[in-house]
C-alpha cells in the first residue's frame, strides 16, 4: 500500500485558473436564466427598503473607467444591502437628449437649421437608442445586477411627462419666470448653459487700465479728472453702463502730471506701480457714497456712464472702481438693476456684435476686443496693457470659452425657496462628510437657475404664447401636454399645432382671434434628470421616494445632486434623496485626465477581455474613492495578484474540506480546540468588521480586512500548520474535524462577504459548498455571533501570537545560518519569562504543532548563553535528532517503533494501523 493512499490530501475540481474573460458570461447567463435579481426581491419582499436611484449615464459611445468605477460600486452596494435582508431594487437609467447628440449628428452630416424638427429628433432620438443598447452590454459585462428589462430613460413618453409635472408645480408656486439678464452663453453651441455645463481653463488675457473723464462732478470733482477703471474684457466696453464703487471705500484724487485720477485708496500703490507713475500726489479724498451719481464720458462712444454703489466691489485687485456692462455681467445685472440701467447686450448667438453698433457689427467679440485696444489707445484713454494668465469660464462639450450674455430666458428662481433647500441640505447624510458643506455652500450663493435653451434635442418648455404675446401655462394646459406626451411623446410638440395641443375649446382674451404660439425653446437636460426623483422614484410602482441613497461623482454637487434637489423641494418640500456618496474622478497613474491625445485611456471592454471583470471589480473595492481614483494596467496587475491570492486560498480551503460535511462533521464551537476557537473568534470579529465598513459604504476596507485575514490569519498562521493535521491525522479524527469546521465556516463567511465585491468567481466556489442556497446571492450575510470567552480568548491567543513571532525570528536565523532547512527539522527549546509562560499554561493547545517543527521544549530556567534573547523568552535552535518519517515529514527517533510498520514514525503507525488495517499486510511504500 502506498503511502500516499494514507494521507488525506485534499481534492478539489475548483480551477487555478478562472479563466474569467470565458466564464464570466456564462456565469451572467446562468443568473438571467434563473431570474437571480427578481428572486433575490422576492426574498426579501416586506422587509426593510433601500433604494439607491442611479444617476443617469449620458447615453454617448461606450463606457469608461469612469462608469465602471461608478457602476460597480452602485452593485457592490445594491448587492450587499440585498444580502443583508433588505428590499433593495435597483432601476438603471440613461440620459439623452441635450448637446452632445446633436454634435455627433452633426459630425455624421446632418444639418438640424435645415431639416424638419420632428424628423430632426426622431434622429436624435433613433442614436440615443443605439447608444443605450450598447452601454446597457458593457454595464451588464461588468456583471451588474439590475432591472435591465425595465430601466429609466429621459426619452420615455411618461418620463418627459412627470417632467412636464414638475415644471408646472414650479410654476404654479411662482417659482418659474421669463426675464433678460446675463447667463452663461456658449456661442460654440450656440445655447445657454447651466453652470454644471461650464468648466475653468486657464487663457491669456488682455487687461486694461482705461481712463473714464468726468462728465458731472457734482461740485466734488473737476471736469479735468479722469475715473481709471480695469478689466480683463475689453470687448465688453462699449457695453459700458456705469462704473461701481464701494460707498464704504476711501477714493483719492491723484494728481499726476497735469491730469487728476480717481482711485482706491487701498489700491494707489497697487495702481501707480501697474500704470507707471513716478511722481504723484494726493490732492483729495473722499468717500465713495459721494461719488454717487456722477456722470463720466464713455471714451469711445457718445455716451454717458453713471456712477453708482455696489458693494461686490471689493479692493483684491483693479482700481476699486468697476466697469459695469449690465448686458455681460451677473453683478453688473444686479447692480444695474437698483439704477434701472439699460440691458445692453449688442451680441448675437455666435458671439457677432449686432448692428445695434453698427461699426462693430457682425464682428467676433474676441475680435472685438483686440480693435477696442487699439481704438482706446487711439483715443489716449488707454493708460496700460498687459497680458496675464486667469481662469475662464469654458463650454464642457466644445470646450470653447463662454461669455455671459444677457438674453431673454426661463428662469427658476431659487432665492424663493432658498432656505427650504438649504433646511434639506442640513437633513441629509453625506459621505464624505464634507459633502454636505460643499452642496449647502453651492446652494447658498447660487444664482436663479436658467432652465431654457435653445437647442432642439429636449423636453420643449410647454409654454404657449398668445396674439399680444402673453405666456400661457396653468394647470389646465400643463396636465393637457403631460398626458399627450405620456401617450405620444414629446415629439407631440413639433408634430401637432398649437391649437391641437391646447385643451379644446381653449380661448385667451389675450387672443382675441383665438391664435396661439409654441415656445421654441426646450428645457435644460438637467431639468430632466433633476426630475428623476418623480419620473422614476416617486412614480414607479416598487420604488420609493425619497431615494435611500444618490451616488454619483463629485462633480454632481453642481449638477444631478444640485438639480434634483432643486425641482424636488420646489415640489415637495423634501430632499429626492436622505444619502449623498461621492466619488473622485478617474485619472492615470500620474495624475493626469485619461485622454486619447496623451494615450493613456484604458477602455474596460480591453480590461475585460484581458483580465475579466471581477479584476476591475477588485480595482473598485482596493480604491480609495474619497479621492480622485489611479487606474494603468500596473494597477490593475497588483489587483490580478490580489485576486489569484483569494482565488488560491479558497481553493486550498475547497480541497480540504471536499470529505466534511457539515450536518454530520461539524464540531460545536465549545467543542473545539483553543486554536480553533481562536480563529473561530478572528473570524467572526472580522465579519463584524466588514459588514459595519459595508454600511458604512466603505468597501476599500472591507477589501483590506478579507486580503489580510486571508493572507495573514488564513494562509501565513492557520492554514500553513494544518496540514500536518488536515493530511496526516485520521480523517474522522477530532483534531481534523476540529479544524475543517472552522476551514469550512471560513469559506462559507468569507464567501457571502466577498459576492458583492467578485460575484462571479464567489457564484463559482458556492457550487463547492454543502449549503442550502443554489446561488450565493440569495443567501444571506453572515451574522455576528457572540462568544462568552472572546476577550479572554483573544488576549491570550495574542500574546502567543508576539510569542510565536519571536520564535521565527529565531527559526529564520537558524534557517539563515545553515543549521536547518524547512521549519520540521528544528528542534526549538524556549525559556519564557514568568508572563509569557503565564500564557502559555492558559493555553490548551499543541505549540510544537502550531510552530511547524519537530520538537518542543518549554523550560522555566535560566537561558543558556547560546540562546537568542528577546524581550520575554529566550530562543535555542538546534537540527533535530533523528530521521525524517517519509509519512508526517517530521523528524524523529522512532521510526520503525511499529514493526509491522517498519518505515513510519509511532504517530503515523498508530493513525494507519486503526484506519488502514491493509497497510498491515501489504506493507507502506
Known amino acids: 500500500m502506498k503511502i500516499k493512499e494514507t494521507l488525506n490530501l485534499g481534492k478539489t475540481k475548483f480551477k487555478m485558473r478562472g479563466n474569467l474573460p470565458v466564464r464570466e458570461a456564462e456565469w451572467q447567463k ?221 477714493y483719492d484724487v491723484v494728481k499726476v502730471g497735469d491730469k487728476k485720477y480717481v482711485v482706491a485708496d487701498g489700491l494707489l500703490t497697487t495702481v501707480a506701480e501697474q500704470i507707471g507713475w513716478e511722481n504723484y500726489e494726493v490732492v483729495k479724498s473722499l468717500k465713495g457714497a459721494e461719488l454717487e451719481y456722477m456722470t463720466a464720458k464713455h471714451p469711445l462712444f457718445d455716451r454717458e456712464s453713471l456712477l453708482i454703489e455696489g458693494l461686490h466691489v471689493t479692493l483684491d485687485g483693479g482700481t476699486g472702481l468697476v466697469h459695469t456692462a449690465p448686458g455681460f455681467g451677473e453683478d453688473d445685472y444686479n447692480v444695474g ?50 497680458k496675464i494668465v486667469h481662469s475662464y469660464p469654458h463650454d464642457w462639450r466644445t ?42 455652500n453651492m446652494i447658498k450663493d447660487r444664482g436663479d437657475w436658467v432652465i431654457s435653451r435653445q437647442r432642439a434635442w429636449g423636453v420643449p418648455l410647454p409654454i404657449f404664447y398668445a396674439e399680444d404675446g402673453t405666456p400661457i401655462i396653468n394647470a389646465e394646459t400643463i396636465e393637457h401636454i403631460a398626458k399627450i406626451f405620456e401617450k405620444e411623446g414629446s415629439n407631440a410638440w413639433y408634430t401637432h399645432t398649437a391649437k391641437e395641443l391646447l385643451p379644446e375649446g381653449f380661448t385667451s382674451e389675450h387672443s382675441p382671434n383665438g391664435e396661439f404660439k409654441k415656445e421654441t425653446d426646450i428645457l435644460d437636460v438637467w431639468f430632466d434628470s433633476g426630475s428623476s426623483w418623480a419620473a422614476v422614484m416617486r412614480k414607479r410602482d416598487g420604488l420609493q421616494y425619497p431615494a435611500s441613497l444618490y451616488l454619483e461623482g463629485s462633480d454632481q454637487y453642481r449638477g444631478w445632486f444640485n438639480s434634483s434637489l432643486i425641482t424636488s423641494v420646489a415640489n415637495t418640500g423634501k430632499a429626492p434623496y436622505k444619502q449623498i456618496l461621492s466619488q473622485g474622478f478617474v485619472l492615470d497613474d500620474k495624475g493626469h485626465k485619461m485622454s486619447k491625445s496623451l494615450g493613456n485611456v484604458i477602455s474596460p471592454t480591453d480590461v475585460i477581455k484581458k483580465m475579466g471583470a471581477e479584476i476591475i471589480r477588485l480595482w473598485v473595492a482596493q480604491a480609495d474613492t474619497t479621492s480622485d481614483v489611479a487606474v494603468s494596467y500596473d494597477i490593475l496587475n497588483q489587483a490580478a495578484e490580489s485576486y489569484r491570492k483569494i482565488r488560491n486560498t479558497f481553493r486550498y480551503m475547497l480541497a480540504n474540506t471536499s470529505d ?121 450575510m453572515p451574522e455576528v455571533e457572540t462568544y462568552t470567552n472572546h476577550d479572554e480568548l483573544l488576549e491570550n491567543w495574542q500574546k502567543f501570537m508576539a510569542i510565536r513571532d519571536d520564535i521565527l525570528k529565531a527559526l529564520e536565523a537558524a534557517r539563515n545560518d545553515k543549521l536547518i532547512g524547512k521549519s ?17 499554561d492558559n493555553l490548551d493547545a499543541d505549540f510544537r504543532e502550531i510552530l511547524i517543527v519537530s520538537k518542543l521544549t518549554i523550560i522555566q530556567e535560566d537561558a543558556p548563553a547560546e540562546a537568542t534573547k528577546y524581550e520575554h523568552l529566550a530562543v535555542e535552535v538546534k537540527h533535530a535528532d533523528g530521521e525524517e518519517c517519509p509519512r508526517c515529514r517530521m523528524i524523529r527517533n522512532d521510526i520503525g517503533a511499529d514493526e509491522a510498520l517498519p518505515t513510519i514514525c509511532g504517530r503515523c503507525a498508530k493513525i494507519v494501523r486503526d484506519n488502514f488495517p491493509a497497510a498491515l499486510e501489504e506493507g507502506l511504500e
Not at 457734482?218 to 464703487?245: H, M, Q, R, S
Not at 453698433?357 to 467679440?365: D, N, Q, R, V
Open 30 to 250: 446562468d443568473w438571467l436564466d434563473n431570474d437571480i435579481y427578481q428572486r433575490r426581491l422576492k426574498l426579501n419582499q416586506g422587509h426593510e427598503r433601500f433604494d439607491l436611484h442611479d444617476g443617469p449615464p449620458f447615453a454617448n459611445g461606450n463606457i469608461h473607467m469612469g462608469h465602471s468605477l461608478n457602476k460597480v460600486s452602485k452593485d457592490i452596494i445594491v448587492r450587499y444591502k440585498g444580502m443583508r435582508g433588505f428590499y433593495a431594487p435597483y432601476v438603471p437609467g440613461w440620459d439623452t437628449h441635450g448637446l452632445p447628440i446633436e454634435q455627433q449628428l452633426a459630425k455624421q452630416g446632418v444639418d438640424r437649421k435645415t431639416m424638419d424638427r420632428a424628423k430632426y429628433r426622431e434622429l436624435c432620438h433613433q442614436y440615443a437608442e443605439e447608444q443605450i443598447a450598447k452601454q446597457k452590454a458593457d454595464f451588464m459585462r461588468l456583471g451588474v445586477m439590475a432591472d435591465w428589462d425595465h430601466p429609466y430613460i429621459t426619452l420615455q413618453p411618461e418620463f418627459e411627462a412627470e417632467e412636464i409635472r414638475v415644471f408646472g408645480e414650479m410654476y404654479k408656486k411662482g417659482y418659474i419666470y421669463k426675464g433678460k439678464k446675463p447667463v452663461y452663453w456658449s456661442w460654440s453651441s450656440e445655447s445657454t448653459l447651466a453652470e454644471a455645463e461650464v468648466e475653468y481653463k486657464d487663457v491669456e488675457a488682455n487687461t486694461i487700465y482705461v481712463a473714464f473723464q468726468v462728465k458731472d462732478g457734482k461740485g466734488i470733482l473737476d471736469d479735468d479728472t479722469y475715473f481709471i477703471i480695469w478689466t480683463t474684457t475689453p470687448w465688453t466696453i462699449p457695453a459700458n453702463e456705469a462704473i461701481c464703487v464701494n460707498p464704504k471705500f476711501v
Open 337 to 386: 438693476k437698483k439704477y434701472d440701467l439699460p440691458i445692453f447686450s449688442p451680441v448675437d448667438n455666435q458671439g457677432k456684435f449686432t448692428d445695434e453698433i453698427p461699426e462693430l457689427a457682425g464682428m467676433f467679440y474676441q475680435d472685438v476686443d483686440e480693435l477696442m485696444v487699439k481704438k482706446l489707445e487711439e483715443a489716449k484713454a488707454l493708460l496700460k496693457l498687459k
Open 399 to 440: 470646450k470653447k470659452p463662454v461669455i455671459f450674455r444677457a438674453t431673454t430666458q426661463w428662469f427658476a428662481s431659487i432665492s424663493s425657496f432658498r432656505q427650504e433647500i438649504l433646511d434639506e441640505i442640513e437633513k441629509t447624510n453625506f459621505v464624505p462628510s464634507w459633502g454636505k458643506t460643499r452642496l449647502y
Open 660 to 780: 466534511f460535511e457539515p450536518a454530520t462533521n461539524r464540531v460545536a464551537y465549545e467543542d473545539l480546540r483553543s486554536v480553533d476557537q481562536y480563529m473561530e473568534v478572528k473570524l467572526n470579529d472580522l465579519v463584524a468588521d466588514c459588514l459595519a465598513a459595508y454600511d458604512k459604504f466603505d468597501f476599500n476596507t472591507v477589501f483590506k480586512k478579507v486580503f489580510n485575514f486571508i493572507s495573514n490569519d488564513l494562509s501565513a498562521f492557520y492554514l500553513d500548520f494544518a496540514k500536518d493535521v488536515l493530511y496526516i491525522e485520521a480523517a474522522d479524527s477530532k483534531a481534523r474535524r476540529s479544524m475543517q469546521t472552522v476551514i469550512y465556516d471560513a469559506a462559507v463567511k468569507l464567501d457571502k462577504i466577498l459576492t458583492p465585491i467578485l460575484p462571479h468567481t464567489m457564484e463559482e466556489i458556492w457550487a463547492y459548498l454543502k449549503e442550502d442556497e443554489d446561488f450565493v446571492q440569495l443567501a444571506n
Open 824 to 840: 520540521f527539522e528544528a528542534d526549538v527549546t524556549i525559556y519564557p519569562d514568568d508572563e509569557s509562560r503565564k500564557v502559555l
